[in-house]
C-alpha cells in the first residue's frame, strides 16, 4: 500500500469530475479565492483508523474530506443551484465501475466511499456556497 498513490488516484479522479477552476490537495479558505477561481475543490486528509485483528492483518480506513466551494452568480440564485451538480458530479465519480460492487481506485484500495455527513452551506447570507463530504478509503 502506497499512501500516496491512493491520494494521487483519488485527486485525479474528482478533478476529472467537473470542470474546476482551482483544485488541489492543499486547502485553501473560500475567501481567499475569488469568483473566478471557482468552483473549486481542495481534498483534506483526516487521519486513520487502524483496528487491529489477531488473526487478519489491520483493518485500515483513510479518512478524506472533499471541500467544495462555488459562487452563485448573482444575488437571486442560491448557491444550491451550483453546488448540487457538483455534489453529484462527485458522487458519481465514486461510484463503483459497471459490474463491479466498490470502487477500488484502480486496485490501489478495497473501497472507497462516501460515509457520515455531507455538510452544506449554500450562501444563505451571500453567493459563497461550500461542501464537505465525508470520504472513506479501505486500504490493504
Known sequence: ?????????????LTAAAPFATASRRV??????????????????????????????AHRV???DILL??????DDTAGAVVLNPLLDAVEAA????????????GGLVYD????GQVTTDEGALGSQAVAIVPLH???P
Not at 500500500?1 to 479522479?13: G, K, Q, S, T
Not at 466551494?69 to 448573482?74: E, G, N, R, S
Not at 472507497?112 to 460515509?115: Q, S, V
Request: aromatic residues 8%.
Open 1 to 13: 500500500m502506497a499512501r500516496e498513490d491512493i491520494h494521487a488516484a483519488l485527486f485525479a479522479r
Open 94 to 105: 465514486l461510484r463503483p465501475p459497471p459490474g463491479q460492487d466498490k470502487q477500488t481506485l
Open 137 to 139: 478509503l479501505l486500504i
Open 28 to 57: 485553501r479558505l473560500w475567501n481567499d479565492l475569488s469568483p473566478a477561481q471557482q468552483p473549486a475543490l481542495f481534498l483534506m486528509s483526516r487521519g486513520e483508523e487502524v483496528t487491529r485483528r489477531d488473526t487478519l492483518p
Open 62 to 64: 483513510l479518512r478524506v
Open 112 to 115: 472507497c466511499w462516501i460515509e
Open 69 to 74: 466551494y462555488a459562487q452563485a452568480p448573482d
